[in-house]
């Protein structure tokens, strides 16, 4: 992904993050106060699962 952003010169309102290892809760609810959409989260040692998923912590 980082690498698609950096060829086109995808600027802000995008942003991509590196990756982050900590509390997943956590990070959602303070992306949730900047009003970030979009998050894309998984567990460090399961597949990335393709497709749409229903949000379970709304």
Same mark, same amino acid.
Do not use: W
């Given at each position: 992904m980082?690498e698609l952003?950096?060829?086109?010169?995808? #600027?802000?309102?995008?942003?991509?993050?590196?990756?982050?290892?900590g509390?997943?809760?956590?990070?959602?609810?303070?992306?949730?106060?900047?009003?970030? #959409?979009?998050?894309?989260?998984?567990?460090?040692?399961?597949?990335l699962?393709?497709?749409?998923?229903?949000?379970?912590?709304?």
């Amino acid at each position: 992904m980082k690498e698609l952003f950096d060829t086109h010169g995808v #600027e802000a309102p995008a942003l991509y993050s590196d990756h982050l290892i900590g509390d997943g809760q956590e990070m959602f609810e303070h992306a949730a106060l900047l009003n970030y #959409e979009g998050n894309r989260a998984k567990m460090l040692h399961r597949a990335l699962m393709s497709g749409r998923v229903t949000c379970v912590a709304c």
